[in-house]
């Protein structure tokens, strides 16, 4: 049971470059989560879905893109890379919603992400 | 901006010693969750205590909670090497599906 995957493990961009990374969870969640972490300010929500076809903006959504076309994949764009967005980003998925009771995030190992 | 912030940022002790880090928030809110952070993985998720519970444990680990002041506390008993690692707050508040983070407590445990 491979949990949370995520493709690639780094990357490195030149400014204007556009990349997809790929969330794969083969638990059967309902929610998915995209967040990046930066040091010193822990993580920040991105976007996230709450299921198949259906995205919404996080806390940062702005120079992202997601796409929930199938459960079990959640992909994060960039349209045009910035150095602002080197980051770590990290995938997370969950049975149901925060709004239930005794709910927990399940995370990737994370893509490390450097924009030139 | 951030709902929890950890205290101390940073902190170094021997191995088989207690370990407490604390963390405050800002707004009222459902349930606050602690997870731990390897150096280079992702986040795994240690306990979690709804806002109308005062204090849980599991194993080695003792989670409090006071509303009242918004803050929590993690204790980690007889510490080991393998606890080395990134220790996260996070809360979520009523009707709203974003989990927030706080900044992190870097735990270092001596042998």
């Known amino acids: 049971n491979a949990g949370v995957t995520q493709t690639p493990k780094f990357r490195v961009l030149k400014t204007g470059q556009s990349m997809t990374l790929l969330c794969a969870q083969d638990?059967?969640?309902?929610?998915m989560y995209w967040y990046r972490q930066d040091p010193g300010m822990g993580l920040r929500l991105i976007h996230y879905?709450?299921?198949?076809?259906?995205?919404a903006k996080g806390e940062v959504p702005d120079g992202y893109n997601v796409s929930r076309l199938k459960k079990q994949n959640f992909l994060l764009g960039l349209e045009s890379a910035a150095p602002s967005q080197t980051s770590v980003y990290f995938c997370?998925?969950?049975?149901?919603?925060?709004?239930?009771?005794?709910?927990?995030?399940?995370f990737g190992s994370g893509t490390q992400l450097s924009v030139l | 901006s951030q709902q929890g912030e950890e205290d101390p940022q940073a902190l170094s002790i021997q191995e088989g010693e207690n370990a407490t880090m604390n963390c405050s928030y800002k707004t009222s809110i459902n349930n606050l969750q602690w997870y731990r952070q390897n150096s280079g993985r992702g986040l795994v998720h240690l306990i979690l205590i709804r806002s109308n519970e005062r204090e849980k444990h599991s194993g080695r680990l003792r989670v409090t909670l006071d509303t009242s002041k918004k803050s929590s506390s993690l204790l980690i008993t007889a510490s080991r090497a393998a606890d080395t690692a990134s220790y996260f707050c996070?809360?979520?508040?009523?009707?709203?599906?974003?989990?927030?983070f706080g900044t992190g407590t870097r735990l270092t445990i001596i042998p």
């Open positions: 879905s709450v299921g198949e076809g259906t995205t």
């Open positions: 638990m059967n969640h309902e929610y």
């Open positions: 996070a809360t979520d508040v009523f009707g709203n599906e974003k989990l927030t």
């Open positions: 997370a998925s969950s049975q149901t919603g925060l709004a239930a009771t005794n709910e927990k995030l399940f």
